[in-house]
């Protein structure tokens, strides 16, 4: 496969090593940096896009590489959410090692029919929920979750495996064997498996989180969980940068930012004291009825 020829970075090795990606500010995933992004062929034969270390904060434009490209690497920029995806049949490798991804959009991979490895290895997805758009790929073969807080869930292996489409063969760089899928099969089949994955795995509840314990809440002078949860859910919601950096200070101190503070009922105003009877005010006298005629 013959390369077209390009400018930037691709066209200058050299130069690549000098001024390349990692001394740049954070920067937008427009046409220009995808026309001057470094491209080549893979170890695997593929045609490969290179855009590792941009500090790129959200995906976009990525219509603008016209389908061209087996292999985009994303890896090592400030991403945050996965999703906004154009068309692309021609993918099959996705890299995104080493971003701040927290959140999967639910319609994230269906405009990829043909992906088949996903790396998501360094990132911050947290919850078995969140992993619910790479359960539905069905043509998913490689997966890389590495050193993200959600693999230290219990069973997390042995779900993905139940989950995931039976064409993921590689999990984590570690061959999924004949045992381990009769094992998740096991263990989450029946009413008891069933109970279970709902126990390790429950649908995200809009509100939930503001109305649960809210009695034990009031007693507390800390963060409560409910407070903490309600934090890191609109971490998993930003769509910047900064307000992810926001979100993880309030994280830390504990305080709740204004913006997320529930809504304080108005004091309804003060009624006005009935007059008890011996305060009400006389009725005015009438006239005097005059002596009575003989």
Not at 15 to 33: F, H
Not at 128 to 142: G, H, N, Y
Not at 225 to 247: D, H, Q, S
């Amino acid at each position: 496969l013959k390369l077209p020829r390009i400018s930037g970075w691709a066209a200058d090795p050299g130069r690549s090593a000098a001024a390349g990606p990692g001394n740049l500010a954070a920067m937008r995933l427009t046409l220009e940096l995808l026309q001057q992004a470094p491209q080549s062929l893979n170890s695997a034969s593929q045609r490969q896009l290179l855009l590792r270390g941009f500090k790129i904060p959200a995906i976009e434009n990525l219509g603008g590489t016209m389908d061209a490209y087996e292999c985009i690497d994303l890896s090592d920029n400030d991403l945050i959410k996965v999703g906004n995806f154009p068309p692309l049949k021609r993918l099959g490798v996705l890299l995104m090692m080493n971003n701040r991804i927290s959140r999967i959009a639910e319609d994230a991979f269906h405009p990829l029919p043909n992906l088949r490895s996903v790396i998501l290895t360094g990132n911050k997805l947290e919850m078995l929920v969140d992993l619910e758009p790479l359960t539905k790929l069905q043509t998913l073969e490689r997966l890389s979750l590495m050193d993200n807080p959600v693999t230290k869930v219990k069973h997390y292996r042995p779900y993905m495996i139940s989950k995931c489409s039976k064409t993921l063969r590689i999990l984590d760089f570690n061959r999924i064997k004949d045992k381990e899928r009769k094992a998740a099969a096991l263990l989450f089949g029946g009413e008891r498996g069933k109970k279970l994955m709902e126990e390790i795995a429950p649908s995200r509840v809009v509100g939930r989180e503001a109305t649960e314990g809210a009695a034990a809440e009031a007693k507390k002078t800390g963060p409560s969980p409910e407070v903490i949860e309600r934090i890191k859910r609109a971490i998993a919601e930003a769509e910047t940068i900064e307000e992810v950096t926001r979100l993880e200070k309030a994280l830390k101190s504990g305080v709740l930012p204004e913006d997320l503070q529930p809504e304080q009922k108005q004091a309804a105003p003060a009624a006005e004291p009935k007059a008890s009877p011996a305060s009400r005010p006389a009725p005015a006298a009438g006239p005097k009825a005059g002596p009575a005629a003989p």
